[in-house]
């Protein structure tokens, strides 16, 4: 069964330093996507950053980018220049093509710190 | 373009009550998913549906839940006979494609029930 594994439950940053969450994986599914999203107070879920796993170059969005280590089945967050609005709950989720359901870890707590 | 919508946002409901939580896909999609986040975890998956059509409900607790997606109006999560461990924030997303090629799920706003 696949999992994903958020082994930290809170990390904190300076405004405007960078900062970088940890996402690991267990599959043996060879095609399969991989994102971060962010949840605010408000719980909304918003798409940060998506990832082809047959695609080797790591995905970047402005501020965010992400080190993709499919051997490794490691897929970590870095978030630079940190701003107060990146304060959020942060999940990584997973998802075989072909199937339907996004798997998520269990998140991590990003406080920024002015 | 609307988004996904769910309501209500916020709904309260006293142990053995009924909770209906209802969410209207994007325009143009029609597969829904509704997925349950309990305090402090992530989203997990509860059922798939199509208009009239439960592809999957292998996520969802055997009593009590019922999810349906008629061919008009929205979809309806329905939890019988609630009980605080029912508290939880409940997500549905859409999308409009085969679910046998990717394609991504919009997430609506959620809806946060209490059980008191």
């Known amino acids: 069964a696949q999992t994903v594994t958020q082994s930290q439950p809170e990390m904190s940053v300076q405004e405007a330093e960078t900062v970088t969450l940890s996402c690991t994986y267990d599959?043996?599914?060879?095609?399969?996507?991989l994102f971060w999203y962010k949840q605010p107070p408000s719980r909304q879920m918003i798409l940060v950053i998506r990832q082809e796993a047959y695609k080797q170059q790591n995905a970047t969005e402005n501020r965010f980018s992400v080190n993709f280590q499919k051997a490794a089945k490691s897929f970590s967050l870095k978030i630079s220049d940190s701003q107060l609005g990146d304060a959020a709950m942060y999940f990584c989720?997973?998802?075989?093509?072909?199937?339907?359901?996004?798997?998520f870890g269990t998140g991590t707590r990003l406080k920024v710190l002015a | 373009n609307a988004g996904v919508m769910q309501n209500p946002r916020h709904l309260v409901r006293r142990r053995g009550q009924e909770a209906r939580l209802r969410c209207s896909p994007m325009?143009?999609?029609?597969?829904v998913y509704w997925y349950r986040q309990l305090p402090e975890e992530g989203l997990k998956f509860m059922v798939y549906l199509q208009k009239e059509n439960i592809i999957d409900e292998s996520g969802m607790p055997k009593e009590r839940f019922s999810a349906e997606f008629p061919k008009e109006g929205p979809s309806i999560l329905r939890i019988q006979q609630v009980v605080r461990g029912d508290s939880a924030a409940y997500f549905c997303a859409s999308s409009p494609k085969s679910r046998f090629s990717y394609n991504e799920q919009f997430f609506g706003p959620g809806t946060r029930l209490t059980v008191l």
């Open positions: 599959t043996s599914e060879s095609d399969y996507y």
């Open positions: 989720a997973y998802f075989t093509s072909g199937t339907y359901k996004y798997i």
């Open positions: 325009k143009g999609h029609s597969h």
